[in-house]
């Protein structure tokens, strides 16, 4: 594995001469990005491509956020974009990134098929790689930087069961609203919630009623899936798996338009505002904590050590098997955590988000009874 990440870093230098001599420290005209950095001396730019806003506010809030800083304490130039969630556009940007000389490339993937071609393009140029939250299956990134997904789905596994057993419910009917079939992310949290489940559904405690996958994690979808889930089941649906809050908040509308809201527990994850609302209102059962600033930070070092020409090989001392190739990708992979009312305050705590953008007037009584102050 050392001798590997050397070979990569070795890579990375030899291409950042060849950009001191044709690159420019300039990013592309006409879009929406951020750069930083003198251009004096230093040829290390880290293109970053952010998936869209729709699947989760995370990427705009959080992650952007948290790598400018990062890149900005390092005195390295970068330039982030979000693709918005078209492909076209993915690769209209890495184009124009790889034009403008970055010699780190990290992605989040739109789909490991679309991914792979952008990461194979920046590889071609010399350019060190690095897959951001999501795998890139059959990409043969330099890197990969997440949070053990399996355990999330883990995470989320035994928090629908806790929940049901706190409502007194010891057999149930379980719907499963699962994230993009084209995510790698959403297979790993379907299977470690099928495991954390399984001593249950072998016994027939649990039966899974409904499975579906929500294409691109769209929300809206979502919905429309989930209430015909809801209509062929009777409303027969006892918990309802949600891989991410946005798709348990969609879950919860049908159930509040059929009064059976706070009755039915829902899982989610990324502890966004709205699905920290929704656990205060007992709407949601719970979610999983992913500490972006984290993740970001983890990335980040990756990034500008690779541009630097630093060595990387204590900064990526885990690996996954890209599970396509057959192959090992050398990973930084975070520890999940899960939240349920009690520990909402945990996140803010955290600084990820703040009493006043939880604690409005309609929760206000709520965040009192959950401890935060």
């Known amino acids: 594995m050392r001798r590997s990440m050397m070979l990569a870093t070795a890579a990375v230098m030899a291409s950042g001469l060849l950009l001191a001599g044709c690159g420019s420290n300039d990013t592309p005209s006409g879009t929406d990005t951020e750069s930083s950095g003198d251009g004096e001396g230093t040829t290390a730019k880290v293109g970053v491509i952010l998936p869209d806003t729709k699947s989760s506010a995370r990427w705009e809030t959080a992650d952007a956020k948290y790598l400018k800083e990062a890149f900005e304490a390092a005195g390295v130039e970068y330039d982030i974009q979000n693709a918005q969630g078209d492909k076209t556009q993915f690769q209209t940007i890495a184009d124009q990134m790889i034009t403008s000389g970055v010699n780190v490339l990290m992605i989040v993937n739109l789909d490991s098929g679309s991914g792979k071609a952008v990461l194979q393009k920046a590889q071609a140029q010399g350019i060190a790689t690095i897959d951001y939250d999501r795998l890139t299956l059959g990409g043969g990134a330099d890197f990969y930087v997440s949070f053990d997904n399996t355990k999330v789905g883990q995470l989320q596994g035994e928090g629908l069961q806790k929940c049901l057993d706190d409502a007194g419910k010891t057999t149930a009917n379980i719907a499963m609203l699962n994230g993009s079939p084209t995510d790698n992310n959403a297979t790993l949290f379907k299977a470690g919630a099928v495991a954390a489940l399984q001593k249950k559904t072998t016994s027939a405690e649990y039966t899974v009623v409904a499975d579906q996958a929500v294409p691109d994690w769209d929300n809206q979808q979502a919905g429309t899936i989930f209430e015909q889930m809801y209509t062929e089941n009777a409303g027969k649906i006892d918990g309802v798996l949600a891989a991410n809050d946005g798709l348990g908040n969609a879950a919860i509308a049908i159930l509040k338009k059929n009064g059976v809201n706070g009755t039915v527990p829902v899982t989610g994850q990324d502890a966004t505002d709205q699905g920290l609302q929704n656990i205060l209102a007992g709407d949601q059962c719970m979610t999983v904590y992913k500490a972006v600033k984290k993740e970001a930070d983890a990335a980040a070092a990756l990034a500008i050590a690779a541009a630097k020409g630093d060595d990387t090989a204590d900064l990526a001392t885990g690996e996954v098997e890209d599970t396509e190739s057959g192959g090992m990708v050398a990973a930084v992979l975070l520890d999940p955590?899960?939240?349920?009312?009690?520990?909402?305050?945990?996140?803010?705590?955290?600084?990820?988000?703040?009493?006043?953008?939880?604690?409005?007037?309609?929760?206000?009584?709520?965040?009192?009874?959950?401890g935060i102050s």
């Open 337 to 370: 955590q899960p939240i349920y009312f009690d520990s909402v305050k945990d996140v803010i705590a955290d600084g990820y988000t703040t009493k006043d953008a939880i604690c409005t007037a309609d929760y206000a009584d709520k965040c009192a009874e959950a």
